[in-house]
């Protein structure tokens, strides 16, 4: 027993350097340019200095761990894209050493590929766009993985108390890793049912009681805590895309809303705007997966049938609700309109469950291995396609941030070039959004759009465009109210920037007319 223990010890060492250096590998190919450059426009330039949204948005554990940070360092939160970058590959390679873990990949080629799908995953290139808080929600997906971990390794009432707990500390940094944890509870009780040989109908129901409760008892600790912070803080809940308000509307939307998350299973991204984690030729190596997935599966609950009726009913019910899991987030929201690619984040964990099912073919041992290359070489190409879309999209980004802020630059230049400008006059900007016919977008750069690396007008109509003007301009005027100027007949007949007359002194205020609309 003492040598297994230590051999289990000594391989779980292994597991965890290898997940650490391969997230590494792959984090660097994937993310370098984003990890070496300063980025901020939209939230990344309004939450530099914090965590963002916190206890209005259900984010009970996200508001505690900013707390605890500004304590530990007595400075505040900061969107250092080098620090924050390097942590996240680290919670990146625990977060696939888990999951090696639950699944018990023997493979240095399965865990290399695990590791990769996490960190290249496009809902990380996005999160990267969100520099301030990037590492707390990767903190969020480590802490989603190991709610099931734990369940596994300690099965009792304690293991499955522990799990619940870490899944509820997850759901409160960020509701979207939920789907994430449930995943990998159903591959935790796969796993659990193909080594385990106590096929007794008492030992399953107490292996499904475990599971279940670790899920609804997660679910009901977050509701607890969110509501004990809220009380604390004096807070409300806001109205973000459903998942703030989870749980506060019963049960019946989001009974309705199950069948949705089947078809964007089938069909993902199906009538859902800008959240594709699956673009390109990634959407032919996912349908592949799929086939591969379901090729693996069916035998695998033929031979479990054959062992035990009971065992292969469970594990025909994880193939059943696994769909379900890694789309709930179309359960979570009410509305797709304005859904964000980090809301989608659990769908990468649809290409997991691949070097689980290769290594438990049943096929003879030839084709067990043909297999498992075929395998192997299909997520392989899905990584590689990952870490050339996230230089993609990081490029692109790179690319705009420095054209606007050459954009900007020369508006300052205009305001201040103004006859008559003194910088004690007030800057009133009068219109919603700016409007310039040769601001365009760069042939090429805007297929694939991924958020928050979005296209070149996010940063001229992102709601932080003056503060974006303040951090890489150094221009902060003191603002006038625009509404002040919205009925004023010389206002009026401005033209709108950058034409000849769009900059005037009025009234002893700067008044930049951006567009027509107010």
Not at 34 to 49: E, K, P, R
Not at 325 to 342: K, Q, S
Not at 400 to 410: D, G, H, L
Request: aromatic fraction near 12%; glycine fraction near 8%.
């Amino acid at each position: 027993m003492y040598l297994g223990a230590a051999m289990n010890t000594a391989n779980q060492k292994q597991r965890l350097s290898r997940a650490l250096l391969y997230s590494l590998l792959f984090g660097l190919a994937a993310h370098g340019l984003t990890l070496t450059n300063v980025i901020a426009f939209h939230d990344n330039v309004h939450y530099f200095f914090s965590v963002g949204a916190t206890y209005s948005s259900g984010r009970w554990f996200l508001g505690v761990l900013g707390s605890l940070f500004t304590r530990f360092f007595g400075a505040p939160n900061c969107a250092s894209p080098l620090f924050n970058g390097l942590i996240c590959l680290i919670l990146s390679g625990l977060s696939a050493w888990v999951l090696a873990e639950i699944l018990d990949v023997r493979s240095r080629s399965g865990l290399l590929l695990l590791s990769g799908l996490l960190v290249a995953s496009p809902a990380v290139a996005g999160l990267f766009g969100y520099m301030f808080t990037a590492p707390y929600y990767l903190l969020a997906q480590l802490l989603s993985l190991s709610a099931a971990w734990v369940c596994q390794r300690r099965p009792d009432a304690l293991g499955a108390g522990a799990g619940g707990f870490l899944l509820a500390l997850s759901i409160g940094i960020y509701q979207s890793y939920l789907p994430m944890g449930l995943c990998a509870l159903l591959l935790a009780f796969a796993q659990e049912l193909c080594r385990d040989e106590d096929s007794r109908a008492r030992a399953l129901l107490l292996r499904v009681a475990r599971y279940t409760g670790t899920a609804i008892g997660g679910l009901l600790l977050y509701f607890l805590f969110n509501r004990l912070f809220l009380h604390l803080k004096g807070a409300a809940l806001d109205s973000y895309m459903g998942i703030s308000q989870m749980g506060q509307n019963g049960l019946l939307p989001y009974i309705r809303r199950i069948p949705a998350a089947y078809h964007q299973f089938f069909f993902p991204g199906d009538g859902v705007w800008n959240v594709d984690l699956f673009p390109d030729n990634v959407r032919v190596l996912y349908y592949l997966c799929q086939i591969l997935m379901a090729a693996l599966w069916l035998p695998l609950i033929w031979k479990l049938l054959r062992a035990s009726a009971a065992k292969g009913i469970c594990i025909a019910l994880v193939l059943l609700c696994y769909p379900l899991a890694a789309n709930l987030i179309y359960v979570m929201c009410g509305t797709y309109n304005e859904m964000h690619l980090l809301m989608v984040c659990s769908l990468i964990m649809v290409f997991v469950p691949l070097p689980f099912l290769a290594e438990h073919t049943v096929l003879p041992k030839p084709g067990n291995k043909a297999v498992q290359r075929i395998c192997a070489a299909v997520l392989a190409l899905v990584c590689l396609s990952y870490v050339r879309f996230d230089n993609f999209a990081h490029t692109r980004m790179a690319v705009y941030q420095t054209r606007s802020i050459e954009f900007f630059n020369r508006m300052v230049l205009r305001i201040e070039s103004t006859e008559g400008y003194s910088p004690e006059l007030p800057v009133a900007y009068v219109g919603n959004c700016h409007n310039v016919e040769t601001f365009q977008a760069v042939s090429g750069f805007d297929r694939d759009p991924l958020t928050p690396l979005l296209g070149h007008e996010a940063f001229l109509y992102s709601y932080s465009w003056q503060e974006f003007v303040s951090f890489w301009c150094g221009f902060s005027p003191t603002e006038a109210d625009p509404a002040a100027f919205r009925d004023n007949a010389e206002v009026a007949a401005m033209p709108c920037y950058p034409a000849d007359g769009s900059i005037r002194i009025i009234g002893g205020t700067v008044v930049v007319k951006l567009s027509n609309d107010n």
